[in-house]
């Protein structure tokens, strides 16, 4: 079975530390690869997607990037963080194909920019 | 391009009664549409999908949602709430590759006591 993996699932960061947040996915290849974020109170903010190694798009222009080192790593980096970067980010994933593929969701990392 | 309302932030039924969360839908194509259910610090987890089969989809935790096409809705509901389904509800439909989906800004569902 496929399991999707996320850490750390909390962080405190000073403005202006970078970030790394990862996610891995288990059990398939080639999966298309998403990073949401969630801030307090609001729906879910798409911001990159990736359909292949090296191969990510951008929803949102803001000081976050993305990377795809490897088919199932997916990984969320930021120089600087903002205050405005607060919140539960959120790793899914579905299999390359058609519209009516599920995107199943990792558990979340939760980070808070002080 | 497509898009869901969810309508209704925030739903309080009471325990035993009828939950009814809001969904519509625009489409320029036939939709795919899914409910996902995220309880609190967690991911989101799917509850039910609709593929353009049987226009009833029924998911876990007995909740279903009823496809209709001629009011682009598709509602989630379940007979009799439980003190469990308190969470936030999220409504989607996804785009043609399947690349990407669009998402609600969700619906916080309350269970009174």
């Known amino acids: 079975s496929q399991t999707i993996h996320q850490w750390p699932a909390t962080l405190v960061q000073p403005v202006g530390s970078p970030l790394s947040l990862e996610c891995t996915v288990e059990?398939?290849?080639?999966?298309?690869l998403y990073w949401y974020r969630q801030a307090a109170g609001r729906g879910l903010q798409l911001l990159f997607y990736s359909v292949g190694i090296g191969q990510i798009s951008s929803e949102v222009p803001q000081n976050l990037s993305a990377s795809r080192p490897q088919d199932r790593q997916f990984i969320l980096s930021s120089k600087k963080l903002l205050l405005s970067d607060s919140g539960f980010y959120l790793c899914a994933w579905n299999r390359a194909g058609g519209p009516t593929d599920t995107q199943y969701f990792g558990p979340g990392t939760r980070l808070t920019v002080l | 391009a497509q898009s869901v309302t969810q309508l209704g932030s925030h739903v309080s039924v009471s325990e035993g009664a009828l939950v009814l969360l809001r969904c519509n839908y625009s489409s320029s194509v036939p939709p795919y549409l899914f409910w996902y259910v995220q309880y609190p610090n967690q991911g989101l987890q799917l509850l039910l999908k609709y593929t353009s089969a049987a226009t009833l989809v029924k998911g876990i935790n007995g909740f279903e949602a009823e496809f209709k096409k001629s009011e682009t809705s598709f509602h989630l509901t379940k007979p009799s709430a439980h003190m469990s389904d308190a969470a936030e509800y999220f409504c989607a439909v996804s785009g043609n590759t399947g690349n990407q989906f669009y998402f609600g800004t969700g619906t916080s569902l309350t269970v009174i006591p």
């Open positions: 059990g398939t290849s080639n999966p298309n």
